[in-house]
């Protein structure tokens, strides 16, 4: 009789779970989880070291952990980097557009400015981004 009755219940426990956890998403809603700055360091390690492959990884993997607006920023250059000195010349200037929309402010400093492969490219997508501002 006690089983029929858990039985009988369960869907309406199922529901009560549910909708309750459902009520904690919402307080959660405003919460951000920034656990991916050791994986941005690595990240910037592996550029540094030419391991771009990996840096790509990493670097992909801390935005998805979560950074502050700063480290998105850094996280979208150094992938722009990788995209430039790779041959992607298109998916550089997104990865730069994508950090010149986080922070309109952003600039490379002078030696990454005059690089020859992507100092154009940024120069490029700042001029976008100014234009549709």
């Known amino acids: 009789m006690r089983d029929t009755a858990l039985r009988q219940a369960y869907p309406l426990l199922l529901l009560v779970a549910l909708l309750i956890s459902g009520c904690a998403s919402v307080e ?8 991916g700055k050791p994986y941005l360091w690595q990240g910037i390690a592996f550029y540094e070291e030419g391991n771009y ?10 935005l998805e952990e979560g950074l502050t607006v700063a480290d998105r920023v850094v996280a979208h250059k150094y992938l722009a980097f990788i995209a430039c000195v790779s041959g992607r010349q298109l998916t550089c200037r997104e990865e730069f ?5 986080l ?3 952003f600039e490379l400093d002078e030696a990454e400015a005059g690089h020859p492969i992507w100092g154009a490219v940024f120069r490029s997508a700042q001029a976008a981004s100014a234009g549709r501002r």
Do not use: N, V, W
Request: hydrophobic letters at 50%.
């Open 28 to 35: 959660m809603a405003g919460y951000q989880r920034l656990s």
């Open 53 to 62: 492959r990996a840096a790509s990884r990493r670097l992909l993997f801390a």
């Open 97 to 101: 557009a994508i950090a010149l929309k």
């Open 103 to 105: 922070d309109p402010t």
